[in-house]
């Protein structure tokens, strides 16, 4: 099992770009939570997917979109980068919501930097 | 307001010194709170949560409900404790994590 991946392990875009960050579960976990660390602060919860539906939404803009496809990889989608978008973007998956917290396996990991 | 507080970034400690990092929270409800761990380039992992009540590699925490504290505790420190370590708590209909801003233990040979 290769555990949760996901891609681009680093990128660099320029303000006013937009960006696609890929995550691959770990087989057989049906949901997927994306986060954002900023550089000092811990993650923040911006999105969790299940079954292809969006179960919660953290207090971010609607330039953060995301989706779920039905073999549960996601994608997250930032529009209109702003220098603040700079951070690592996390991907958690667990086997359904109810597991998120002590169910999670976190992904490596994406480096997003803005100039 | 749902907040998770660890008072320190930076914690250093001498081989066989106790531990503690503290964590304090805020939530209306009944959380699960947990320790999360990021070894020097590893992923984020869990470490305990609190219905548990389990020991992993040595470290305990004890929810105090009174305080909204979780703090961790290991009576003697290892050089490969060395991390940063997360508080978080999860709740709601999603159970997302709220975390806090980490603290970064050092542990001294």
């Known amino acids: 099992d290769a555990g949760v991946t996901q891609s681009p392990t680093h990128l660099i875009k320029t303000r006013g770009q937009h960006v696609t960050l890929r995550c691959s579960p770990i087989?057989?976990?049906?949901?997927v939570s994306w986060y954002q660390q900023v550089l000092g602060q811990g993650p923040q919860f911006i999105f969790q997917?299940?079954?292809?539906?969006?179960?919660g939404r953290g207090n971010f803009p609607d330039r953060f979109s995301a989706r779920q496809f039905p073999n549960y990889s996601s994608e997250l989608n930032v529009n209109a980068l702003l220098l603040g978008d700079s951070a690592l973007y996390l991907c958690?998956?667990?086997?359904?919501?109810?597991?998120?917290?002590?169910?999670?396996?976190f992904g490596s990991g994406t480096r997003l930097t803005v100039v | 307001a749902q907040r998770v507080t660890q008072p320190e970034k930076l914690l250093s400690v001498f081989k066989g010194a106790p531990v503690e990092l503290k964590c304090n929270y805020s939530?209306?409800?009944?959380?699960?709170l947990f320790w999360y761990v990021q070894y020097s380039r590893q992923r984020l992992q869990l470490l305990l949560r609190?219905?548990s009540r389990e020991s992993i590699k040595g470290f305990t925490a004890d929810l105090n409900k009174g305080e909204t504290s979780f703090h961790l505790k290991k009576p003697f420190a290892q050089e490969e404790d060395s991390a940063m370590y997360y508080c978080?708590?999860?709740?709601?209909?999603?159970?997302?994590?709220?975390f806090g801003t980490g603290t970064l233990l050092a542990v001294q040979p």
């Open positions: 958690a998956s667990s086997l359904d919501p109810r597991q998120a917290g002590y169910g999670y396996t």
């Open positions: 087989s057989g976990h049906k949901s």
């Open positions: 997917y299940y079954e292809k539906e969006e179960r």
């Open positions: 939530y209306s409800g009944s959380p699960e």
């Open positions: 609190h219905i």
């Open positions: 978080a708590l999860s709740g709601g209909a999603t159970n997302k994590l709220i």
